[in-house]
T-cell receptor, first 114, second 112 residues
Framework: DTEVTQTPKHLVMGMTNKKSLKCEQH?????MYWYKQKAKKPPELMFV???????INESVPSRFSPECPNSSLLNLHLHALQPEDSALYLC?????????????FGDGTRLSIL | QKEVEQNSGPLSVPEGAIASLNCTYS??????FFWYRQYSGKSPELIMF????GDKEDGRFTAQLNKASQYVSLLIRDSQPSDSATYLC????????????FGRGTSLIVHP
């Protein structure tokens, strides 16, 4: 078990569905991240929130929409995804995102697009 | 372009042996170095971090950093089959976006 909690653990959705991935941490971290990871590849950064503000968007398609309602929560809203979006989606947090501190990952959501 | 290089492996070692995992990086401004273990289908788990030249030990794990050679390694002593996983090296450069650059990972197999 990790201190970063992601739900759901698995998600299967069609290309016309709308769903959301959720991430929660209670470590008092002020930086939160979304990563996408394909099999046998390293995690690929999607978004970074620092102090609840979006600080980095790595040119992610608009069918992925992040939201940070408060310092403990991070959502990723999904709409009209493509089969190539099937992957493991990882949430991570770090203390402030401005220093040398490590990132702590959640267990991930395994997403499959039909 | 910041690059972090790892041999993808697999690195196969017998149970009880020392496993040595290596990572090189291109950015001389890199200051923080992390090793993550990732089991198949699971998320990365932080196992070691190192900031200063030299060795850092934690149980069976030792991280070694040589900034002059731009090289960081992870030694696993008394390797166990449960250590079989992919090991990701991540390097962070301060003064920039503070986002770590991940290597592609090295697959380690510890056979009984």
């Amino acid at each position: 078990d990790t201190e970063v909690t992601q739900t759901p653990k698995h998600l299967v959705m069609g290309m016309t569905n709308k769903k959301s991935l959720k991430c929660e941490q209670h470590m008092g971290h002020r930086a939160m991240y979304w990563y996408k990871q394909k099999a046998k590849k390293p995690p690929e950064l999607m978004f970074v929130y620092s102090y609840e503000k979006l600080s980095i968007n790595e040119s992610v398609p608009s069918r992925f929409s992040p939201e940070c309602p408060n310092s403990s929560l991070l959502n990723l809203h999904l709409h009209a995804l493509q089969p190539e979006d099937s992957a493991l989606y990882l949430c991570a947090s770090s203390q402030e995102g401005q220093g040398s501190e490590p990132q702590h990952f959640g267990d991930g959501t395994r997403l499959s697009i039909l | 372009q910041k690059e972090v290089e790892q041999n993808s492996g697999p690195l196969s070692v017998p149970e009880g042996a020392i496993a040595s995992l290596n990572c090189t990086y291109s950015d001389r401004g890199s200051q923080s170095f992390f090793w993550y273990r990732q089991y198949s289908g699971k998320s990365p788990e932080l196992i070691m971090f190192i900031y200063s030249n030299g060795d850092k030990e934690d149980g069976r794990f030792t991280a070694q950093l040589n900034k002059a050679s731009q090289y960081v390694s992870l030694l696993i002593r008394d390797s166990q089959p449960s250590d079989s996983a992919t090991y990701l090296c991540a390097v962070l450069t301060s003064g920039g976006s503070y986002i770590p650059t991940f290597g592609r990972g090295t697959s380690l197999i510890v056979h009984p």
